[in-house]
């Protein structure tokens, strides 16, 4: 991988913050785009903008050609069977939702059992709570063992008769653990209980194929893999999203609408009411392909070199708690100095140039496991660089030196 052609392809890298280069490690909040990118978008409205599926005209269709090709797109990047199992939304959060509405509404009743982990994001927990005062379900937590990973024997205990659903992170945006997804799904499957994984995190750095880990439903967000923010990814096994109520009602979605009644449209359109994002489509279709072109191994190798010499250096210092030392972890550090809020390491660190995330990282009730308020988290994409790692290491001995 050659990294410095790979970052004069993202425009926003070059810039310099505070009159220091931008050292930009906040990418498991969301990551910079290429130009390819920024330039479908730009493309699509200059060249092709209509509105899709509803018009006979030229731009009508070539834009539903563009919005349709993408749903082939994901479909092959993460080797769907059909592209009736691509459904388009806003990103995880509206696909988490989503399966809770909709799966909820036609399978979870009073009693039923979901579980989660520990270490979910809120977005894989809050829906499984409202589902809780809406329906009477109960949500049991797999709990994590001390290095951060899923306590796999307090897991296979919390499956029970009871259990409907089980929806866990492929990868921790606190921790980094990548989670064992194909093992969690063979035994929640032995008893014939679906698995819906939070692919936030585990799509941008690992190569996804739903028919391999067998998962019943995958999510995913576009802007955390180099596409625009707005437009995301809700995988379903065909058997379950045909078996599924709709989750809004509208445009798109319907097959015939009398005032009487209305018959609802086909997978996948069923769930998807209203003007889709076509042009969010169209450039996340261009996200994926520059994804395949550098190649999704090569960007996985790349940042797991990044960790493992952040995660040394970082070691060396004084006070510092790393939190999340799984065998398997992805390119996330989160820590604390000791006796320092992590809010004044960010801001401190801002001041050089350096943006990282502070703060409980929308998991707080990890948060409060772990016992801490909050943490300072270092995640990396593709176009970082070891130079870069150096200068948040240099930057945070002189945030700790202030500070002290
Ligand atoms: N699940 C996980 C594991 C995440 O990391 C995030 C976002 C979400 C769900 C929600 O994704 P969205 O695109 O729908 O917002 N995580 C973070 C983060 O770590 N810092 O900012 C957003």
Redesign the pocket.
Known sequence: MDIDKIREEFPILAQEVYKKPLVYL?N???TQKPKVVIDAISNAYCTINANVHRGVHHLSQLSTEGHEGGRERVRQFINAKSTKEIIFT???????NLVASSFGEAFLNEGDEVIISAM??H??IVPWQMLESKKGIKLRVIPITPNGELDIDAFRKLLNERTKLISV?H????LGTINPIKDIVEEAHKINVPVLV?G??GAPHIKIDVQALDVDFYVF?G??MYAPTGI?VLYGKEKWLEAMPPYQGGGEMIAKVTFEKTTFNELPFKFEAGTPDYVGVMAMTAALDYIENVGIENIAAHETGLLQYTTSKLSEIEGITIYGNATHKSGVISFNVDGIHPYDIGMLLDKQGVAV?TGH??AQPLMDLLGIPGVV?A?FALYNTHEECDKFIVALQRAIEICR
């Open positions: 906040d498991a909040a969301t806003r990103g995880t959060t509206e696909s988490i979910e994001h977005s894989n992170a990868v921790s945006n606190v939070d936030a995190q967000s802007h955390k995301g995330r990282l929308c988290r995640s």
